[in-house]
């Protein structure tokens, strides 16, 4: 596999902020669906100070599922019926001045009202609430969403894949099942900052922490998305990569101005 570019400091963002942690959660039955596209064709939709970041020349889009669980702030417990929900998001990969690697979020959705309400308004990010659903069963695992409000109401996607063999290793200091940096798989997945803004425009950057990934491969079996098109995003055809985590427990760290 090529090599991602090594003079930006891919692994300064995986460390664990001294920082105290605001809130935790935990991510399973992750999917991480990825097309390849041209760096020019997604840099007028992220902000200017940002640089979209690349891996053998090419950006990547992603379309990734999962299912959030035990959602709350440091100081409280997890409450049933708002800390679980699905999400899906469209993202791809940035970077500021060489530095500082993150994700940029075009969309979110979630299956509960309340943490879209929070999201939108405390991090600034663009969560839409979606009818949802996921399934897994036996060596299967579904997603399904459409999107209730705000935004284009009925977008969505309806994806499926069947989870296999954890990733191989590909140098003798990494396990299997944990991607290499380097790889493409470390370039889509060990990805612990995102970028927002806020209302007046101000970049801002938060950052999440929790153990590598536990990585398998993935076999699609269909992907019917109008997620990414409704980001203004131009793909065509299945996903080119795909990966599947059954998930980590995760540490939240507050946004800050960049």
Not at 44 to 72: C, H, K, N, Q
Not at 186 to 191: G, Q
Not at 220 to 235: Q, Y
Request: proline fraction near 9%; include cysteine.
């Amino acid at each position: 596999m090529p090599a991602a570019p090594l003079e930006i400091d891919r692994l300064a963002p995986t460390l664990r902020p001294s920082e105290p942690a605001i809130g935790g959660q935990r991510w399973t039955n992750l999917l991480f669906l990825h097309w390849r596209v041209p760096a020019e064709a997604l840099a007028p939709l992220v902000p200017s100070e940002l640089t979209i970041d690349t891996f053998d020349g090419d950006a990547w889009v992603g379309l990734v599922p999962f299912y959030m669980s035990r959602v709350r702030p440091w100081w409280f417990f997890p409450v049933p019926g708002v800390s679980n929900f699905c999400e899906t998001n469209v993202r791809t990969y940035v970077h500021r001045n060489g530095a500082n690697p993150g994700v940029w979020f075009f969309s979110l959705e979630a299956s509960r009202s309340l943490p879209v309400q929070v999201a939108r308004s405390r991090w600034r990010l663009n969560y839409h609430r979606a009818e949802m659903r996921l399934t897994r069963e036996r060596d299967r695992v579904t997603y399904w969403s459409r999107r209730l409000w705000p935004g284009t109401a009925g977008v969505g996607c309806d994806v499926a894949c069947r989870p296999g063999d954890t990733i191989a290793s590909v140098r003798g200091d990494f396990p299997a099942g944990q991607a290499c940096p380097g790889t493409l798989e470390h370039f889509l997945a060990e990805r612990y900052l995102l970028y927002t803004q806020d209302n007046a425009g101000r970049l801002l950057r938060g950052q999440v922490h929790h153990r590598p990934y536990p990585l398998r491969e993935a076999a699609v079996e269909w992907c019917r998305d109008t997620l990414v098109a409704d980001a203004g995003i131009p793909v065509e055809g299945d996903p080119m990569h795909a990966l599947f985590s059954d998930g980590v427990d995760v540490k939240i760290y507050p946004l800050r101005p960049v």
